[in-house]
């Protein structure tokens, strides 16, 4: 897809500029439009200048750059502001938390050109030592940003690596002589970040779809091709290994090579114990006739196991619960009965409570709670007690209406620095919905984050911590919250904890949204959505559930919408 590309060009634009000191309002503009085509579910390559006209925050002028970079990989704006940006300063704004001002400072005293050298001076406090206003804070936040860049170096995000594999899937459906062709690997799985896009297929014109495979559009770089398997890198910087297989194996090539490597030993560990031989070509008994591998289910079956879908293959107890017949009944997308999570044009998002309604609708939903920021979040254009009450108002006149459907009335809350709530309780106690989020100091010391957190779930009208680390993948860190001291106050309070769907983010990850599953804590998917598109960013929230091996009864908005308004006001009448 072209819209990270354009995503990326534009976030750079902004970062430009800002260092250029120019037009706030154009930076403001660039950096709107970057983080809406990143989370454009829609390819932009294919769509006209009127249609990208109707993307929000994006006019005739960024719908023309649009254009130019779908057809050119670049744009003459982006190119202009490149040359005249130094390399070396651009570069500094690749580090995460290092703003322009600090980037500008630095680079005047010290013209870095690698990563490495700017790693050596915040190590060696030369930063500090001859930069004003640069302290300790900013040195250790710089080594901290550097990590992170190097951690994530070499894998790709979930929420990018998708679009893209789907993209080539579609491609390769209609270029390629294919008949199956899969996604396979941790992209299957769907881990919140993977190192490589592997697909499987199968063909009676191997050399066929390795010469469509290698030409895709995508395709950067091709470091091999061979007769069944081929790999190259991607535009995106991610490595993709297309194989294709004989029909009758690949349903054990799909098995093994979507992994994981724990979870395929113990099948293969399993197999040698019945005297079965287990591998990507198939399942083979004692004198090495082949008995299955046509199929994936087949060597679970041959195994004496049920299906496990893909998202438990992680050797976490998967193999033990289906000997034991305990595997979960997995939740599925259309369990989901609506999102409470959802931002209109009033605060920072782009559409009206009455469209996104409608949208809701569509897709088979029975209620949505609308929750646009509180006006501590300057940034989100906030509302004030005054149009909180009115949009209330909107609501109710809405839902007068409405037939089959509810809007909720909600709001996303800021937890303030000082433990207190940003709306006081008498407009709280009039909404459905209170989600309670932190928006500010990151960088405050666990204890702090973690009380932040632990004082607003025990206000009886907060019905949700959303997104409880404030993680962005691949660009910020989960602030030093204790997880643990957040989910046994969360059990204690009988507060849910939203797994957020938005893909940049993924807040609860797995591991956590089972663990808070196992203490009996209220779950629930939001998409965090902030325009209409944003809706089928469900299917993330539901991957990572299902990871976590959650039912639809572990999940509360799985419910229809007065139990699910039950289980969450609970703790009114324990907490008052």
Partial sequence: MKNSEAARIFSEMANMLDLAEENPFRIRAYRRAAMVIEGLPRDIAG??????????GIGEDLASKLLEIVETGTCRAYEAARRRSPAGLSLLLTIPGLGPKTARAIYEKF???SIDELERLAAAHRLKAEIPKIKDKTEQNILRGIELVRKSAGRMPLGRALPVARDMISMLREKAPVKQLSIAGSLRRWKETVGDIDILATSGDPGGVMDAFVNLPQVKQVL???????TVILSEGVQSDLRVVEED??????????GSKEHNIRLREMGVKKGLKINEYGIFDRKGKKIGGLKEEDVYRILGLPFIPPELREDSGEIAAALSGRLPELIELKDIKGDLHVHTKLSDGHNTALELAQAAIARGWAYIAITDHSKG????RGLSVERMLEEIAEIDALNSRLRGFRILKGVEVDIRSDNSLDLPDEILSRLDIVNASVHSGFRQTSGKITGRIVAAMRNPFVTTVSHPTGRLL????AYPVDMEEVLKAAAGTGTAIEINAFPARL?????????ARDMGIPLVINTDTHILEHFDYMSYGVAIARRAWLEPKDVVNTYEVNKMLEVLHKKRLVLK
Avoid: H, Q, V, W
């Fill in 111 to 113: 013209p870095i050109g």
């Fill in 249 to 258: 194996s690949f349903g054990a090539a799909l098995c093994y090579f979507t």
């Fill in 474 to 477: 691949g660009e910020r860190d």
């Fill in 377 to 380: 979040l300057g940034i989100a």
């Fill in 224 to 230: 091999a091709k061979g007769e069944t398997k081929s």
């Fill in 47 to 56: 769509m006209s200048k009127e249609e990208l006209k109707k993307i929000p």
């Fill in 507 to 515: 807040d609860l990850n797995d591991i956590t949204a089972r663990r």
